[in-house]
């Protein structure tokens, strides 16, 4: 549940204590270990929303979307930088985007896509530390009044039913 309120500066305060789980996973320093790394050691890939292995790269469903279907692709090493990944990791990269792409389309028919990268803390990078591109969904209409007016975003469908429909799709799209 989100609470919002506005501050005594004017500010309008979003609260999001679901963050905690992970600020409490810093140490001393300000330092967390990566998600991007830590996920795939796990070998759980339901849990963890793993959506497709490649052999540099993998597919993780976005716990925070923008849309239904939103899908990071992130190289299995840990970089911050597109140009300090050899060629057939940017290759893959691209490829898995491409996979992603078609996944999506094959059930959720979306009338268009947002693929992207936030390199950098100052360009938006939420884990700034860890290369990753966004695959993002869209329809038309998808910004309505309620993100527009309300300040509030609806998400259709939960993580583990999307997460579900997305691997049905990529092992149909995988055996062709």
């Known amino acids: 549940m989100t609470d919002k309120t506005n501050g005594s500066d004017g500010f309008e305060r979003l609260w999001a204590p679901w963050r905690m789980k992970y600020i409490d996973g810093m140490d001393v320093s300000g330092n967390a270990e990566c998600i991007f790394c830590e996920k795939p050691r796990e070998d759980e890939d ?29 190289p299995f090493c840990h970089t911050s930088g597109l140009e300090s990944l050899d060629s057939e990791t940017r ?28 390199i950098g803390r100052s360009a938006g990078a939420g884990i700034a530390d860890h ?24 998400i259709s469908e939960g993580l583990v039913d999307n997460y579900r429909r997305l691997r049905e799709a990529m092992e149909k799209i995988m055996m062709k």
């Open 91 to 118: 290759l893959e990269l691209m490829d898995l985007s491409a996979l992603a792409v078609k996944a999506v389309k094959s059930f959720m028919r979306p009338d268009g896509f947002n693929l992207g990268m936030n």
């Open 46 to 74: 339901e849990k963890n929303f793993i959506v497709y292995r490649g052999t540099s790269c993998y597919m993780i469903l976005n716990v925070f979307p923008y849309n239904n279907g939103h899908l990071l692709v992130v």
């Open 131 to 154: 290369l990753h591109l966004h695959v993002v969904p869209r329809w038309n209409g998808d910004t309505n009044f309620m993100p527009v007016i309300g300040f509030t975003k609806v």
